[in-house]
């Protein structure tokens, strides 16, 4: 059975007609047609579908439609545009990190709340912030790095 389930992505009020235990990836995805986040393992192991709700991170591949009814969600459009992109976003381009770049809305998406929310994190910290989050292409000194850049441009 469906029902509407209403939410704000990336500033915007939605609307979506859908199972309320359908899964928020298929959801942004499938209902509202974007192109990120991504789907990768399907079973919040890999960081690849990380949204954020209210301002933490959340794997949309496992959040059911109904927990985001009324809430705020931030997809990696809604953190900066080409024109202003969030730091990490900017210190990714500056850094040249992404290699297939499937995996960069997972580490994109986490960093910027973990820094938010710590905004002088140590390296260890950020290492641990970020375990769990995978990366095919063995990019994580470069995301590390980016990272580091991203936390002297916010001080």
Not at 16 to 39: E, G, I, K, S, T
Not at 46 to 66: D, F, I, K, M, N
Not at 68 to 84: D, H, Q, R, S
Not at 104 to 130: C, F, H, S, Y
């Amino acid at each position: 059975m469906t029902k509407k389930i209403s939410f704000t992505v990336d500033k915007k009020k939605v609307t979506v007609d859908a199972d309320p235990q359908m899964p928020l990836l298929y959801a942004l995805r499938d209902n509202l047609n974007m192109n990120n986040p991504q789907f990768g393992c399907g079973k919040a192991q890999c960081g690849a579908c990380t949204v954020h709700l209210e301002g933490q991170p959340a794997r949309s591949c496992v959040l059911p439609l109904s927990a985001v009814a009324g809430k705020n969600v931030t997809t990696i459009y809604g953190l900066g545009t080409p024109e202003k992109p969030h730091p990490i976003q900017a210190a990714y381009i500056e850094e040249q990190v992404p290699q297939c770049g499937y995996c960069v809305n997972g580490w994109i998406m986490t960093a910027a709340a973990l820094l938010k929310e710590n905004p002088k994190a140590t390296d260890q910290q950020l290492r641990d912030g970020l375990a769990g989050l995978k990366c095919r292409c063995a990019t994580q000194v470069a995301i590390l790095r980016a990272l580091k850049l991203a936390q002297s441009k916010m001080a």
